[in-house]
């Protein structure tokens, strides 16, 4: 076993500080969905598909808009109820995403989607957790305005969180998609693939989608052995964390190598292979030789593996067969 490096101080996870009260049993009080919307301190998120608006004033940007300010950007879709912030309503509003496209010209507003807001730090946590909710919650809505069953117009209610169909009294929930993202270690190694979406020199944990009747264990092991040939045994969750891309949770894990022989699925990956601890330190660090990184701190594919690199207590000590 090798020295535990030092990564220095540990930073936040992306989007998983969300700081509003969601209130969700007032979303079905329409007097009071109406009254919030109408109080002096009610905010909202401007979301248009992948971009967010961000408001430039002295103090630098500011991501909460009055509704007013909201509906004067472009064309607006839905309205969602996001929240209580205080006791004051936080909200989503949906713009036209080619409206908001053109929104870049302007000099008063940054607009940007919400990755780069991230990486960029551009907001804090809090906000960044509110919009991730606000653009999921849009990105649902806009995919889904005719009912699945009978394919009628179907009408929002309770705050943006259920349509019902008027024709078939069918109702419709908003969804997320469960994604298992995991680090297959073996004693001082573990497996990284890239993408070929990926920026150069970067390497992250696998993931892929939990599949309809399938556990997360058995989708770490079936999405291991799919892209990188790699079997694997036990499996321990690590944490999660939601990913509005478009509207995922992300389900980390690590995962115990059975086998090491790669057979990497050139459909899906660019390539795979393994890393040992040292090599991965230097990487998390941004000193590796020729320049290999890991996915910045507001992913949770960063967290997976610093805590493996770190020894956390965590992560089992599979033992290497
Ligand atoms: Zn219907």
Redesign the pocket.
Known sequence: MSPRPDLGPKPALGYTANVLERAAERRVDDAFMAALAAAGGARAYAVGGELIVLKKDANGLDPLFTFAEARSLATTAETIFLGLADGAGRFGIGLDPKATEALKGRSDLHVSDLRSIAVQGLTDNGHLSAIAEAKAMLHWHARHRF?A??G?VTRIVHGGWRRD?P??A?EHFPRTDPVVIMLAVAGERCLLGRSRRFVPGMWSCLAGFVEPGESIEQAVRRETLEEAGIACGRVSYFASQPWPFPMSLMIGCHAEALSFELAVDRAELEDARWFDREEIALMLLRRHPDGLGTPPPVAIAHHIIRAWVEDAASVPRFRSS
């Open positions: 009912c069953n009978c009628q169909c024709a078939c069918a």
